[in-house]
């Protein structure tokens, strides 16, 4: 066992210093990474000659039209028009010909593209119009830490992992990037998102960086500056460990008011079809949540991929209705070069289809298919991204797909919204491989209407609740303000985001 944890721990070491050697220098960043780095669960891919070349036309766009507009390359950078401008980089270098950024080819009139006009990056309204939407945006997979927490006491591999996710070079601290603090500015202030679910890691409890007790806490302090439910938590089982897994659920349930459970079965190695999988489905059941969250796909290194594979989804699924289980990641894999459907694939995205069609699972089923991490890989690999997404909406459905973005691990989510906004699947794929078109209606599903209808919100009502809260009317002050590196808005500090809460009634002075 020592020898297995030293060898994990020495893969993530690797792919930590990769994915820190990788993250360009705040002035040069463009808003919307074009290497997709990592949420700490798979090793980042290396840096190709299209990322090169993407980063060195971004440059020059920015320079010229930060010139052109009379504002510094800075504040071009973080502007709308920036944004447009990273999103027609990314057509053209990865959607015309040879690299999508994945080795697999951009294809031309086989990739996919963002709908984003030209002028839109010298336009600031022009641009505004383009990435901005109507939407309800409910993130169903975001991240904080507690860096106060016991586990910074013990052993455990954590602050490599942080160290080596894009948020860790905010400025105020690798890990103190990771708090509560960063969490509501990045997720509520400085992105469009509306509700989120705080979703769990797996790490027993004295080694885990925010327990459920510390989530729920998260939870009434948005309560106090939203005064509705902005905020939704995970509780983590471990159904292999034992019973004790088992007997904890009712407190998740009862005193922590969880949402629905998180699981990993790569870690210990199980499956949600043998014995201790089907004990914690029947004893969710009878707790009465039933929502099932389980880590599918993006392999950790050192795991075995297998019990990362979602074949277990398919079979639980089938075996009991009353229960929707969401296969977060989708089964995505980073060494996989997403194509059409092929049902003799042994990793990807096929992987959850191929579990679904085994077990007589059609579209609108009880299977959901979540993007965390998935999206953000694949939106700079647009004929990737058009064979996701495809897939996706045919096999498991327009309602069955939810929006989550692996956030605070990458900052803020709001490059992901603005990306996703303005994706378009190609008529050529979509007439070769019966794929639905990306309409305005589908997108409002995908980014917050089917997670509301999961999780039993009414996003009218939540929407008419945040309109006037703390947290929306902050994001108003800074609306028209240019956005520092990091997009750092709101208070910078512990201290500074305690005094924002008394100032405006949130906590007792």
Aim: charged share 25%.
């Amino acid at each position: 066992m020592a020898g297995a944890v030293s060898a994990r721990a020495a893969a993530l070491r690797l792919y930590a210093t990769r994915m820190k050697k990788s993250i360009p220098e705040p002035e040069l960043e463009s808003p919307i990474p074009f290497r997709t780095g990592s949420n700490g669960e798979f090793a980042p891919r290396p840096e190709s000659a299209a990322d090169r070349r993407a980063e060195e036309l971004y440059r020059r766009i920015a320079d010229e039209n930060a010139r052109r507009l009379g504002v510094s390359r800075r504040e071009f950078v973080h502007s709308a028009c920036g944004t447009a401008a990273a999103l027609l980089v990314i057509n053209q270098v990865y959607g015309c010909g040879g690299d999508d950024g994945g080795g697999g080819g951009g294809g031309g009139d086989d990739g996919g593209g963002f709908d984003v006009d030209a002028g839109s990056a010298l336009d600031g309204g022009q641009a505004c119009e383009e990435l901005s939407g109507p939407e309800f945006v409910f993130d169903v997979q975001t991240h904080h830490v507690n860096p106060a927490g016991g586990w910074r006491e013990a052993d455990t591999l954590w602050p490599v992992i942080l160290n080596s996710f894009p948020q860790a070079d905010c400025g105020d601290g690798s890990i103190e990037c990771y708090d509560r603090n960063h969490y509501i500015r990045e997720l509520f202030i400085n992105s469009d998102t509306s509700v989120a679910v705080l979703s769990a890691v797996p790490a027993v409890d004295e080694e885990n960086p925010l327990l459920a007790s510390e989530a729920a806490e998260t939870r009434e302090v948005i309560e106090m500056l939203s005064g509705s439910p902005r905020l939704q938590i995970h509780g983590l089982v471990m159904p292999d460990q034992g019973q004790a897994q088992l007997d904890g659920m009712e407190a998740l349930a009862s005193d922590l008011r969880i949402a629905a459970w998180k699981v990993y079965t790569q870690f210990g190695g199980w499956w949600l079809d043998d014995a201790p999988g089907i004990a914690f489905i029947e004893k969710a059941l009878a707790l009465d949540i039933d929502i099932i969250c389980a880590h599918k796909g993006l392999t950790l290194p050192g795991f075995d991929g297998d019990f990362a594979g979602p074949r277990d989804i398919g079979v639980v699924a089938a075996a009991y209705p009353a229960m929707r289980f969401v296969a977060y990641h989708s089964g995505y894999e980073t060494t996989v070069v997403e194509g059409p459907y092929d049902p003799a694939s042994t990793a990807g995205v096929d992987t959850l289809v191929k579990a679904m069609q085994d077990n007589g699972l059609e579209a609108g089923s009880n299977v959901y298919a979540e993007l965390g991490s998935t999206w953000r890989s694949v939106m700079t690999a647009p004929a990737q991204a058009a064979h996701v997404l495809g897939k996706l909406l045919l096999h498991v459905g327009e309602d069955r797909i939810l929006w989550g973005t692996d956030s605070i691990w990458y900052g803020s989510p709001q490059d992901q919204i603005a990306a996703f906004r303005t994706f378009q699947i190609p008529e050529k794929l979509r007439e070769e491989h019966g794929y639905p078109e990306l309409t305005d209606a589908v997108r409002a599903k995908i980014l917050g209407l089917n997670a509301a209808a999961l999780y039993g919100i009414d996003p009218d009502a939540v929407l008419c609740q945040i309109r006037d809260d703390q947290l929306s009317a902050r994001r108003r002050e800074l609306a028209d303000r240019p956005a520092p590196a990091h997009r750092a808005y709101g208070p910078r500090t512990r201290r500074e985001f305690f005094s924002f809460l008394r100032a405006r009634g949130g906590v007792p002075g």
